[in-house]
């Protein structure tokens, strides 16, 4: 309207804390994922093997259903760390897929269209914007990691008891840390590689072959060509592998032995894994890398020559 009429009058209404600004960046992005029926479907194929689990579980307590499914409980799988470790693992990759469909396009389409001045011509900082997009993942990951995979544990102390409960509350602990864990890194690792690539396709593309291409050079030419298990520290796989192994109390140093001729004499080399706290300083460092490469990265303007 015309200055002249002096009719204008700011805003009077409720504001929004601070705090909580940046979830008006996840509001928007959950319209736009769950538009696609495909991703839909696939994001509720991944609770299928949850559903699988919660069978298991109930049925090592129903002594009903075992006598009419003439099943013998020794014959089902024991429940415990082994068993919410292999479920951690098989969630795990459900979520790298989601990641994978969901992560590369949240910032490299802004960076394309140049929307970042009008993100952050507002009372809205590079870090709130960084932690906006990536909450996207992060609550998305979630529901289909470390929250479902509780959920599963306090069912099981519900059915066993409280003793079991507080013989096993390491094993609640361990669900969290590996699921946030591996949630923050494929959060980390899709905005990096979103922020570096503005196309859709190149970007998933690399975030591929920086999971895949590593692990296949880590196995191929460092274990096998030097006989060793220090190729591990260089794939995010083995990583969270080695990682969630020693939080749920099955990690073994001794990764195998192998048996050797050399000269006519025969000789045993015991092959070891890389130690838990060489994976942590691995992972501690790949994502202080990616939140260099954010920090670098997404910036109001850039000035190109």
């Not at 068993?83 to 994978?100: C, N």
């Amino acid at each position: 309207m015309a200055v002249y009429e002096q009719t204008y009058k700011p805003y009077t209404g409720p504001l929004t804390p601070e705090w909580s600004r940046f979830l008006i960046i996840p509001r928007h992005a959950f319209r736009a994922v769950f538009k696609s029926k495909l991703f839909t479907a696939f994001y509720v194929l991944s609770f299928l093997p949850l559903l699988v689990e919660a069978v298991l579980i109930y049925l090592h307590h129903n002594v009903t259903a075992l006598a009419i499914m003439k099943v013998n409980a020794r014959d089902l799988l024991v429940i415990d760390g082994s068993f919410f470790q292999a479920f951690v693992y098989v969630q795990g990759i459900f979520a790298f897929f989601v990641g994978l469909l969901v992560g590369p396009p949240l910032v490299s389409r802004d960076l394309r269209n140049n929307a970042l001045p009008l993100y952050l011509c507002r009372p809205f900082s590079r870090t709130e914007y960084v932690l906006g997009k990536m909450s996207v993942l992060l609550i998305l990951l979630s529901w289909i990691t470390w929250i479902p995979q509780l959920l599963m544990f306090l069912f099981q102390s519900y059915l066993e008891g409280f003793t079991w409960f507080r013989q096993n509350l390491w094993l609640g602990s361990a669900i969290v840390i590996a699921g946030i864990v591996w949630v923050l890194l494929l959060a980390l690792l899709s905005q990096t590689v979103s922020a570096l690539l503005k196309w859709r396709i190149v970007a998933s593309a690399a975030m591929l072959g920086i999971v895949f291409i590593p692990s296949v050079f880590g196995s191929v030419f460092i274990n096998i060509l030097f006989q060793t298990k220090l190729g591990d520290l260089v794939s995010l796989f083995a990583l969270m592998g080695h990682v969630t192994s020693g939080l749920f109390g099955t990690y073994d140093r001794v990764a195998g032995r192998l048996t050797v001729e050399d000269f006519d004499v025969v000789r045993e080399i015991i092959i070891t894994n890389p130690p838990l706290w060489a994976c942590w300083t691995a992972l501690f460092l790949f994502c202080a890398a990616c939140l260099a490469l954010l920090s670098w990265k997404v910036k109001a303007y850039e000035v190109v020559k």
